[in-house]
């Protein structure tokens, strides 16, 4: 099995910063891809930012200039720099992991982190 543990949510004030991690640990053969996803009250989940084994990165619209993905293999830890948040980040950030585990590649997710940004 695989664990996703997360860190770094919290209350923000508009403008601020974030600082999420997320660090897998089990029976890991690889990670191909890990990432955040978030899901504010009444909405359906949605992509924030993935980043692949090899260092390609995905961001949604939203979260453009302003969130940056990062990873250290090393670690199979990802990390997600949230800067000039604003009230409509405020959601559930999940953080999701492909693994490959023997022979099988599944995806697994943490338990959320809450993100809570005041205006």
């Known amino acids: 099995q695989v664990q996703l543990v997360e860190s770094g949510g919290g209350l923000v004030q508009a403008g601020g910063s974030l600082r999420l991690s997320c660090a897998a640990s089990?029976?890991?053969?690889?990670?191909?891809?890990m990432g955040w996803y978030r899901q504010a009250p009444g909405k359906q989940r949605e992509l924030v930012a993935v980043i692949t084994s090899g260092g390609s990165t995905k961001d949604a619209d939203s979260v453009k200039g302003r969130f940056t993905i990062s990873r250290d293999s090393a670690k199979d830890t990802v990390y997600l720099q949230m800067n000039s948040l604003k009230p409509e980040d405020t959601a559930v950030f999940y953080c999701?992991?492909?693994?490959?585990?023997?022979?099988?590649?599944?995806?697994?997710w943490g338990q959320g982190t809450q993100v809570t940004v005041s205006s």
């Open positions: 999701n992991a492909v693994v490959s585990v023997g022979f099988k590649v599944n995806i697994y």
């Open positions: 089990g029976s890991i053969f690889k990670i191909y891809e």
